[in-house]
Structures are given as C-alpha cells and as structure tokens.
C-alpha cells in the first residue's frame, strides 16, 4: 500500500479563493495560497484554476520541475483520484479552429526549400501570443533586421579549379564532432509553439550529429532533454545566473555530471529588453508566468519573457568569472559580447571561448551585429598574440540563414555559428521532421557554396575568400541597375493549399 495522501476533486474545488487557492497539475494537488503573490506572472492567472487542474495552462511555459522545486514539501498534499475530477469539457475557440485549418493548409515539407520558408509557415500557424513572444526584438527592431543586413555586406571572392568533387562541412566545437559548424542555439519555452516543446530539437539533432545548446528557460526539463538523447549526442547549456547562486552552482554541476559539453552563460542580460509585439499582447495577465528558478515579483504588462526573468542577477560582472571557473570543469563560454574590449576581457579571464551575439536583436537595440563585431575582435586579440588560439574559439550568432552566411563567418574567424529562432520556426510548424529537413537545407547549401568558394574543407576557408570591406559602413549606396530590376522575379516563399 502506497501511503500517499490521496484527494478527491470536491475536496480541492473547496479551495478556490485567495485565501485558500489549490491547484492540479500533472495529477499532484498544491497549496499555492503563500505563493500567489510571488507567481512572477502574477496572482491573477493561478487564480483562474484555483481548484481546478491547471496543467495545461501550466504546461507550455513552466519545465515541469518548476512547481515541486519552488514550493516548499508540506504545501504538496498529494495526488488526485483523477475519477473524481469533474470533467472540463474544453471548448476549441474560433482561433484554435482557424489554426488546425491553418496546420491542415500548411505547405507539404518537401515544398520548404529554404530556412526562410519555415519563419513564413510559423508565422501564419502560429498561436499570435507564441509568435509574438518569438518573432519580437527590441525596441524599434534595428538590430535585428541589421543581423540579415551584415551579411549582405560581405561579398565573396571565391577560387576556382581546386578540384571540389569532394567537400566536407564537418567540425569540431568545443572539441566535439559536429556535422555541421552550426549549433542550435538556446531559444525559450518552445511548448508555446509546439506540444513536445525542444524535445523536436533534440531527436533532430540525434539523427544528425548536431549539437543542441539547452535553454535554462526551456520548457522541457533539462533532464527531460538530456534523457531523450541519442547514442553520443552532445549538449550545451545555456545559463541565466541566478541571484540565489546556490541554485546557479547545483545547476551547473547537476549539468556537468549529466555530460554537458559546454557552459555558454548569458552576458548580455542584467535586464530584459522591452519587446514590444511580446508586450502587447498583455500575456502575463492571461496565461504566462514561468518560474524556473527563484523569483521576484515584476510588472503585469511587460510581456512573457519579462514576466519569467526577475530571478536573473543583473549584479553579474567580471568578479564573478573565477568563481564559474571554480565550480566546473565545463568549458565556459560569455554569450553576447558585443566589442573587442570585452573579447580581450574574457580571453584573459580564462575563459574557453565568446558568442558575438546581441541576443537575435532582442536586448540592446542598435547594438551591432555579430558578424560585425567579429573582425574587431579578431583583429583585437591578433594584435595581442591571443588570436589564433585553439584554446579560445569564437562563435557568432544572429540573422544566419543560408549556409553561405555561415561560411563568411568562419572565413573571418569565427569557428561555429548559433542558428536560434530558424530551427525553433522549424519545430514549431513541422516538430522534428521540420528540424530534419532545416539541417538537410544546411547540408545542400554548404555542398553548393564551397564548391562554388573553392572550399573542401571549412580549414581552407580564409579571410581572403571575403571581401568585408563595407562591413563597418552602415550605409553603403550602390547605384540601382534598372534594367535588372525590372527583370529580376522576387523569390517567393512556399505557397498554402487551396483551402
Ligand atoms: O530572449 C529571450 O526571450 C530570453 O532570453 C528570455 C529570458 C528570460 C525569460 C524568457 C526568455
């Protein structure tokens, strides 16, 4: 016999007030009385359930530990008998409905041919709260559009008869294999687009030999995650510091002994950007609130992504650094430096390596893009005797979308890109064959355009294979071809079914 308190639906539908709140979720009752003013999404949606079961309002934005892990053992006061629920006959809204007709309507996967196709499909099927949170940058959007743009600033100069009948795009990060110089890079709570959430990146990624960096905000459990992987896969993590540092070492150490292969903690984050399509939608006061780790109270109408970040330390600083040296052996790497003074900074605090990043324009707005940033950097730690160095790599991330954005950066120093919200675009509109397919697009344009470089291999990629000249000037006029323009067909994204 089981000697766990077993309760019955009328007994926790007693309790449905501010002065006694009682919630289900995943079969377990709480009591949520204390903590309904410390929910950093607020009192107001836990109150929606009081003595209801709340899992699947709960399930797209909290990883499934947060409620056992945030409240104290004596306010679990055990399971539910399911049989004596009543029912909640939930009733599919107008929006749901146009949406499954929208996922019935969805262009078949073999007509995506670019990484393009999938931000289109995800934008239209899409939840417009899951969309919004996803797709917002910062401020007025600058950075984020500046990403795309910095690419297009770089031209190549490719080499020809070097015989390329054969050509590999395969590397090490961080000392592991990948099959890509592309890892996926850490995006948040991906149950708001798809119900098995990041657990599509992964089963991808095993069948591919990539390596998948895991959000401190996912909405899987870390461990969720890291049980789904396949023979040899490997993870990153990615780390918000907590205030409470106690909890930042358990994680840190709970992700080294599970394997992890990198520690890329998050640098460009003492405060949340504003994003405005994700603060307009109100979502904190209708669904949101996630708290991962220990939190603080915050504004109603700041948006998801700032209604779940106040446990974030914002005293972070370089005093720090000795400390995460201390506690791992993990290699660590500072996500989002943006300026050749803080790369210099890092590679003489010991660490393993930078992410260029501004946060897929999502933090400071104007920041400049990473791509950019890069040739600072290395021209920077060149100057110092600290660049080349096979102990310090450097990654960019931000706007890639096209293996030829990849090979530029590696061109100029970079050893890997991050690729966020294309493969989060990818799952939430196709799950796991969409993460499939956005790997095999990378593979056939990496075949295509180092063929076309002179490029076997991503070593002989060189900084003379570019001409990054423009990179830094902002504004680079060229005069219109008009007899070009007027023939050029715009390219089109990938077309829905007659309905
Ligand atoms: O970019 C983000 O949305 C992000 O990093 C984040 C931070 C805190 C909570 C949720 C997401």
């Not at 931000?119 to 990403?147: C, F, G, H, M």
């Not at 798809?194 to 990624?205: F, N, V």
């Not at 996500?335 to 400071?364: C, F, M, P, W």
């Not at 110092?384 to 590696?410: H, M, N, Q, T, W």
Request: proline share 5%; aromatic share 8%; hydrophobic share 40%.
């Amino acid at each position: 016999m089981s000697n766990v308190n077993v309760l019955t639906g009328p007994e926790v539908a007693a309790h449905s007030s501010r002065d006694s709140c009682w919630i289900i979720v995943h079969g377990k009752v709480y009591d949520v009385t204390d903590f309904l003013d410390e929910h950093p999404g607020g009192s107001k949606i836990i109150l929606k359930y009081a003595g209801k079961d709340a899992t699947e309002a709960y399930d797209p934005i909290h990883p499934p530990d947060a409620i056992t892990t945030n409240l104290p053992v004596e306010k679990h006061l055990g399971a539910i008998d399911v049989s004596t629920v009543a029912k909640v006959v939930k009733e599919v809204t107008e929006e749901e409905k146009r949406r499954q007709a929208l996922m019935e309507a969805r262009p078949p996967l073999e007509n995506v041919i670019n990484l393009h196709d999938f931000e289109q499909v995800a934008r239209i099927v899409l939840p417009e709260k899951a969309w919004a949170y996803y797709s917002s940058a910062s401020d007025d959007e600058i950075t984020i559009r500046e990403n795309r743009l910095a690419y297009q600033r770089v031209w190549f100069r490719p080499r020809i008869l070097r015989d390329v009948s054969s050509v590999d795009w395969s590397t090490t990060i961080l000392g592991q294999k990948s099959s890509l110089p592309v890892y996926i890079s850490a995006t948040a709570l991906g149950k708001l687009g798809h119900p098995d959430g990041e657990l599509c990146l992964t089963r991808a990624a095993a069948n591919h030999g990539v390596i998948q960096m895991i959000a401190t905000l996912a909405s899987c459990s870390f461990d969720d995650i890291v049980d789904a992987a396949g023979p040899g896969q490997n993870f990153f993590v990615q780390l918000y510091v907590n205030r409470d540092r106690e909890i930042t070492r358990k994680y840190v150490q709970h992700a080294e002994k599970r394997g992890v292969k990198g520690l890329f903690i998050t640098v460009d984050a003492p405060q949340l950007g504003r994003r405005e399509k994700d603060m307009r939608m109100k979502q904190v006061d209708d669904g949101a609130g996630a708290e991962v780790q220990k939190g603080h109270e915050v504004k109603k109408d700041q948006g998801v992504a700032r209604a779940i970040s106040s446990f974030i330390d914002p005293s972070l600083s370089w005093k720090d650094i000795p400390w995460f040296l201390s506690i791992t052996k993990m290699p660590i790497i500072l996500k989002g430096i943006a300026t050749a003074e803080d790369a210099i900074l890092a590679y003489e605090a010991g660490v393993q390596g930078i992410v260029l990043s501004n946060h897929g324009g999502r933090q400071l707005d104007t920041a400049r893009s990473g791509l950019e940033v890069l040739i600072e950097v290395t021209a920077a730690l060149r100057s110092r005797g600290y660049f080349p160095d096979p102990k310090f790599e450097i990654y960019v991330d931000g706007g890639v979308r096209r293996a030829s954005d990849v090979l530029k950066a590696l061109a100029l120093g970079a050893k890997a890109v991050g690729v966020g919200r294309p493969f989060l675009y990818a799952f939430c509109s196709y799950g796991q064959a969409g993460v499939e397919k956005a790997i095999q697009i990378f593979r056939d344009e990496f075949e295509m355009n180092m063929r076309l470089l002179g490029a076997r291999t991503l070593d002989e990629l060189v900084p003379e294979m570019v001409d990054a000249s423009a990179l830094t000037n902002h504004v680079v006029l060229t005069p219109q071809d008009n007899l070009f323009q007027n023939t050029y067909q715009p390219l089109t994204s990938a077309q829905f079914k007659e309905s």
